[in-house]
């Protein structure tokens, strides 16, 4: 059975053929109307379950249109009108689902969830994000690198704000695809000392930067993401802004870093929080190619977990 569950538990190769595959499918598509079938229909007769227990706006349309696009069809299921959400196991929501659907996407808040579900479904899972990983927006987000800067491989990649769960799969994906990572933060919100430890361990340290400056002086990719994810409580807001405020991406930061770095944030944004309008709108900015990206790597990402 072939999950998606992260990264780091997927083959380095198998990773790269993904990669690889949903640019030759983006490119088979240039100039059609969304809606127009791939002239290939790997997905014809297959139904998808798209899951979430938190909110999406990316994940939700372009998992859904990519199985369409395929030829498949969707449901779209809200965890707290499901049973799973009030009671029913997670082991018996993937035995009874298996029954109905070819894939799951699930979009969780704790991994054991995610993990749960993999192993009692006798169908493949990709993860659509938990607490602790993102891995489908990792996978776009490298696929956009290389379409405008070629291989990822030895890129030296910046974080500033939060050590969170897009920035885990960024760690997780350094050793497979040999990039080099600074994280930018306050002490308070470094990400987990264990998967600082696994990055040494795969000999990809990340380096630690407390000076945002500092951090993005040889930056090909300058990142961010929102310095409070869909599972922070928000009583901490007006402690997060104050710590993180020194670590906004601004115009005088872009300044910093080589005029041809790349700016990326996974969306959604809070602009003039973690990213001012000129960044994002500038002309390094690749956020909505990111997105788009999604679309074609998701794409990809489902045919080699039904290897079809
Ligand atoms: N980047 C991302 O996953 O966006 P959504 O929360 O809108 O799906
Ligand atoms: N870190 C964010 C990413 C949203 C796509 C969150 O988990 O809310």
């Known amino acids: 059975m072939r999950h998606f569950l992260d990264i780091h538990t997927t083959d380095a190769a ?10 030759t499918m983006k490119d088979a598509r240039k100039g059609q109307l969304k809606g127009t079938p791939d002239a290939e229909q790997p997905l014809a007769n297959h139904i998808v379950a798209l899951i979430f227990e938190k909110p999406s706006t990316r994940t939700r349309v372009s998992f859904d249109v990519g199985v369409r696009q395929m030829g498949g069809q969707t449901m779209v299921l809200s965890g707290a009108d499901m049973q799973l959400g009030h009671g029913e196991t997670i082991a018996d929501t ?11 996407m699930i979009r969780t808040f704790e ?25 489908c927006q990792i996978m776009a987000d ?48 470094d990400p987990d000392p264990k998967l600082m430890a696994w990055a040494e361990a795969q000999g990809r340290p990340v380096r630690i930067e407390r000076d945002a400056e500092a951090s ?40 910093k ?8 944030h996974c969306l959604p944004a809070h602009r003039g929080e973690e990213a001012t309008s000129e960044v994002m709108d ?3 900015s690749v956020v909505f190619d990111e997105a788009e990206n999604r679309l074609h790597a998701q794409k990809a990402i489902m045919r080699w977990c039904l290897e079809v």
Request: proline share 6%; net charge negative.
């Open 14 to 23: 198998d990773l790269r053929h993904m990669i690889d595959h949903a640019r």
């Open 94 to 104: 993937a035995r009874v689902l298996s029954r109905y659907v070819d894939l799951i």
């Open 111 to 135: 991994p054991a969830t995610l993990e749960e579900m993999a192993e009692y479904a006798t169908v493949p899972v990709i993860n659509g994000l938990t607490n602790k990983s993102h891995p």
């Open 142 to 189: 490298i696929m956009t690198f290389e379409e405008h800067r070629g291989p990822i491989k030895d890129a030296k990649i910046t974080w500033l704000g939060d050590g969170n769960n897009v920035f885990a799969s960024f760690v997780h994906a350094a050793p497979a695809f040999g990039f080099d990572l600074t994280f930018a933060g306050p002490e308070t919100l």
């Open 216 to 255: 993005v002086d040889d930056a090909d990719l300058v990142v961010t993401d929102t310095w409070i994810s869909m599972h922070d409580s928000q009583t901490a807001r007006e402690r997060r802004h104050n710590q993180l405020r020194p670590y906004q991406v601004n115009k005088a930061l872009m300044e």
């Open 257 to 264: 870093a080589d005029e041809k770095s790349l700016f990326m």
């Open 282 to 284: 500038g002309p390094n």
